[in-house]
C-alpha cells in the first residue's frame, strides 16, 4: 500500500506565490508519475501537472509560465506563482503508472483572494 501525505494548502492573495509538497511512503513501483490535479467546486477533477521518474514533465495550458513541478524521488513539489482566483480549488497529489498503480493524497484547499 502507497501513502501520500500532503502538505497544507492556504490563503494567499491573488499574484501571490505558494508551494505545495506531496511525500509518497510504501511500496512504490518504479517507473512511474507523480502529479498534481485540482478540483474546483462543482467542477471536475482536472490535470495540473505531472513528472515521471525519468523527469519528464507535463503541465496544463493555463499553468504554463506560473507552476513549475518538480521532485525529488518519492516527494513531488508543485511551484505556484503569479495566482490567480481560478486557481482556488483542492489540489490533490497523484501516484501513478505501471499496473494497478493509481494513489491519492487526501487533498489540500488553496484559496487565493482577489
Known amino acids: 500500500q502507497v501513502q501520500l501525505v500532503e502538505s497544507r494548502g492556504g490563503l494567499v492573495q491573488a499574484g501571490g506565490s505558494l508551494r505545495l509538497s506531496c511525500a509518497a511512503s510504501?511500496?512504490?513501483?518504479?517507473?512511474?508519475?507523480m502529479g498534481w490535479y485540482r478540483q474546483a467546486p462543482g467542477k471536475q477533477r482536472e490535470l495540473v501537472a505531472t513528472v515521471t521518474s525519468g523527469g519528464s514533465t507535463n503541465y496544463a495550458d493555463f499553468v504554463k509560465g506560473r507552476f513549475t513541478i518538480s521532485r525529488d524521488n518519492a516527494r513531488v513539489y508543485l511551484q505556484m506563482n503569479s495566482l490567480k482566483s481560478e486557481d482556488t480549488a483542492v489540489y490533490y497529489c497523484?501516484?501513478?503508472?505501471?499496473?494497478?498503480?493509481?494513489?491519492w493524497g487526501q487533498g489540500t484547499q488553496v484559496t487565493v483572494s482577489s
Open positions: 510504501g511500496r512504490i513501483f518504479s517507473p512511474n508519475t
Open positions: 497523484n501516484l501513478g503508472g505501471g499496473i494497478n498503480q493509481n494513489y
